[in-house]
């Protein structure tokens, strides 16, 4: 291979590897930006799965005003291990009024999410701080949104939502994740590969 292609392919390298790492700090801000609900199900039996989705109306509802006036991700995470008591109570009453025993376990964690597409928009793979509800045995699928910023409750489906949290880079690759999806794609096989080592 002659000199001059080894530079140019050498330079194409770098600057898809700087591009990507640009890209990957982006996603790694949305991360630590976020935090999550995440609601596991006692199985995948229909009945199931639907006492799951009542579960996260209750959970939405109960939740509703927890965080407003939040103005940063720190705060969200205090005021929701502050409510985690009243948001476990509602589940546990919503699971009870639906004639279920199932107990139901309360937890702020850091857990990980593949790539997942919202109504709003599409966030990155990777470890998010978490508000995990697991109804019984916790062997179903899950359901999960975003707490905050609030795009859970239909009250906070506002368009400013993100552009009030995250950069202008960051909500374009949030709402326009169609142009980033190779990206996307890239982010969650490296965020796979480095979990294995945590």
Not at 14 to 22: M, P, S, V, Y
Not at 67 to 96: F, I, N, W
Not at 154 to 163: G, H, K, M
């Amino acid at each position: 291979m002659s000199r001059w292609l080894k530079a140019i392919t050498g330079g194409l390298l770098l600057t898809l590897l700087f591009q990507f790492c640009g890209f990957a700090g982006n996603c790694d801000a949305i991360r630590t930006g976020v935090v999550r609900v995440h609601i596991l199900a006692h199985s995948d039996s229909a009945e199931d799965q639907a006492l799951k989705l009542k579960v996260r109306d209750a959970v939405t509802a109960a939740g509703a005003d927890v965080l407003d006036g939040t103005e940063d991700v720190t705060a969200a995470r205090q005021k929701l291990g502050a409510a985690l008591p009243a948001l476990c109570a509602a589940a546990q009453q919503c699971v009870y009024e639906n004639g279920y025993p199932y107990e139901v376990r309360g937890e702020l964690t850091n857990m990980y999410f593949t790539t997942r597409t919202y109504d709003s928009g599409t966030f990155p793979a990777g470890y998010y701080d978490a508000v995990r509800f697991t109804i019984g045995a916790g062997e179903g699928r899950n359901w999960w949104c975003v707490m905050y910023p609030p795009l859970c409750v239909s009250a906070a489906a506002d368009p400013d939502t993100l552009s009030d949290t995250f950069t202008d880079a960051q909500t374009d690759m949030i709402e326009n994740s169609g142009r980033y999806e190779v990206r996307f794609k890239l982010v969650e096989w490296w965020e796979r590969l480095l979990s294995y080592f945590r």
